[in-house]
């Protein structure tokens, strides 16, 4: 169950901030806030972030559920997922499956069709581990040549650098992201 907006509403009120103040900070638009705190549209990784960012908190604590465990325990057909970008070539999406403010780290699938891209560049006050499953990944890093990946390969970076992620080939691609507590 996708909790994020509850939790969004909860914090923004404990920090008493007005859906105005929020909107201000993260450049989000004020009906697209009350919207998404009703639980009437999605929202995407990247809006989240902004979210997060605006009311000082870790991204984490966002997508916290209600009680957390020392045990976690995701079956494959019940992660919390987000569209991380979409084009009419398809959709890559981002399951998470550390969701809870008690883990120091956050772990998520990233999916990636045919011939598509993470969309625009993300940063973030992390250390971000990548390990490939299935296809070919490119890792664009700030000021860095294009790293490209095959099963199996993987690769450790500052996501304090501006990155994102592209499958060059004909066949989909999927990834494991492992982002430190600091970032989330």
Request: charge should be negative; proline fraction near 3%.
């Amino acid at each position: 169950m996708d909790v994020s907006y509850l939790n969004t509403k909860r914090i923004r009120k404990e920090r008493k901030m007005s859906l105005r103040d929020l909107s201000a900070k993260s450049g989000l638009s004020i009906s697209f806030l009350s919207n998404y705190e009703n639980g009437k549209v999605n929202i995407s990784i990247a809006a989240l972030y902004q979210i997060a960012q605006s009311l000082e908190v870790p991204i984490k604590l966002l997508l916290a559920a209600e009680e957390d465990h020392a045990l976690l325990v995701v079956p494959h057909d019940n992660r919390y997922a987000v569209i991380q970008h979409k084009t009419s070539e398809g959709t890559a999406v981002q399951e998470f499956l550390t969701r809870g403010a008690s883990f120091d780290m956050q772990v998520t699938v990233m999916h990636l069709p045919p011939y598509m891209d993470s969309g625009n560049p993300a940063k973030h006050k992390s250390e971000e581990f990548l390990f490939v499953l299935t296809g070919t990944v490119v890792l664009m890093l700030d000021m860095h040549q294009d790293v490209t990946l095959q099963k199996g390969d993987m690769a450790y970076y500052d996501a304090n650098l501006s990155h994102s992620w592209k499958n060059p080939s004909g066949e989909a691609a999927e990834f494991l992201l492992v982002a430190s507590k600091t970032g989330f």
